[in-house]
């Protein structure tokens, strides 16, 4: 599977630092609300090099995870 992120819809504050923060544009925000009434980011793939910026930006903990690329074929 490709480099890709998983963000804690419920977590997620809408703080937008991940998604500024972002080289290669793969975050953005989204257009439903959680629990809490923020409008959670979400991950499009456009990219994505899991350098890992928007985990160490974030400061909600556990908003996000950030998944390598395992190296096989496939999704
Ligand atoms: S790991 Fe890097 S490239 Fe991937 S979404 Fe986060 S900031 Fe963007
Ligand atoms: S930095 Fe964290 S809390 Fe802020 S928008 Fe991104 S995932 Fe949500």
Request: a negative charge; one cysteine or more.
């Amino acid at each position: 599977m490709a480099n890709h992120v998983v963000i804690s819809d419920e977590r997620c504050k809408a703080c937008r630092l991940c998604i500024e923060t972002c080289p290669t544009h793969s975050l953005e925000q989204g257009s439903r609300l959680n629990k809490s009434g923020y409008q959670f980011t979400r991950f499009v793939q456009n990219g994505c090099t899991a350098c890992g910026l928007c985990f160490y930006m974030c400061p909600e903990p556990e908003a996000i995870t950030v998944i390598k690329d395992d190296g096989k074929s496939g999704e």
